[in-house]
């Protein structure tokens, strides 16, 4: 069956040593806790990956990159490739959020290319898809996200998909306290799981994790995380502090 997850997502916040602390500060709160009913990642800034992983049990907090390079290798002065991500210890890497897609020029074509690289590299993504206010507004989000899924990931094999965990993360709620409500969310959920039945059959579909992102907090984790198709959540603001983390990770029961 899917895995319940809560991964917290920093974005370009936390020095080194912010970063180290934190992840042990959320080591102890998560030993201390008998109810933590989900796996736990951290998804680091790419220069904190190796350290964090050397500073926490990563049996007990996954650890993620935030994004990782469309080539293999070479001569891509600044670029991180999925090889480079996996070196670190680091087990899964974020793809596709719509901050690398809105300001970084990522296309669903690029997305292929990270996703095909990950995966060769043994990390799973975290790959994220949702629509602007706009394409809600003008009830073009079922069209969108199948889009994105599509072009990215559907021409990956079944097995490959498998390990794919997909994030549905509406842009108008991301960091805007603006959440998508509970059944929003399950609506699109249950969209998305179908696209997947459709393509791959049910027992793909029902082993894959899709999260829910976009102003997740202590106070609505619960009731979205109860909904039937939504398998935790991808969490930015409420992820920078380790007892509104542990307040979000309770959601899960
Ligand atoms: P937010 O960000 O929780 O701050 O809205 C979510 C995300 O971008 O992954």
Not at 86 to 99: C, N, P, R
Not at 150 to 162: K, Y
Request: aromatic content about 8%.
């Amino acid at each position: 069956m899917r895995k319940n997850i809560v991964a917290g997502n920093w974005k370009m916040n936390k020095n080194l040593q912010e970063g180290i602390a934190f992840a042990q500060e959320l080591q102890v709160a998560i030993a201390d806790n008998d109810k933590v009913k989900c796996e736990v990642i951290i998804s680091t800034p790419f220069i904190h990956l190796a350290s964090v992983s050397a500073a926490i049990d990563t049996k007990k907090i996954n650890v993620a990159a935030q994004n990782c390079a469309d080539k293999a290798s070479g001569a891509y002065t600044g670029e991180v490739s999925a090889a480079m991500v996996a070196s670190t210890g680091a087990k899964y890497v974020i793809l596709g959020h719509s901050e690398r897609r809105s300001y970084y020029g990522e296309t669903d074509a690029i997305l292929k290319e990270k996703t095909v690289l990950a995966l060769a590299n043994e990390l799973k993504p975290i790959f994220c898809i949702g629509e602007t206010k706009e394409e809600r507004e003008s009830n073009k989000h079922f069209d969108v996200v199948k889009t994105q899924i599509e072009n990215a990931l559907f021409e990956l094999s079944a097995a490959d998909f498998g390990k794919i965990v997909l994030a549905y993360e509406p842009v108008w709620a991301i960091g805007t306290g603006l959440t998508a409500t509970s059944a929003q969310a399950q609506e699109m959920h249950a969209f998305i799981r179908k696209t997947i039945a459709d393509k791959y059959g049910k027992e793909v579909a029902d082993n894959t994790s899709i999260l829910y992102g976009g102003s997740c907090n202590p106070g609505n984790a619960k009731e979205l995380f109860s909904c039937p198709d939504i398998d935790g959540g991808l969490i930015g603001g409420a992820s920078l502090k380790v007892a509104d983390f542990m307040g979000v990770i309770a959601g899960m029961e």
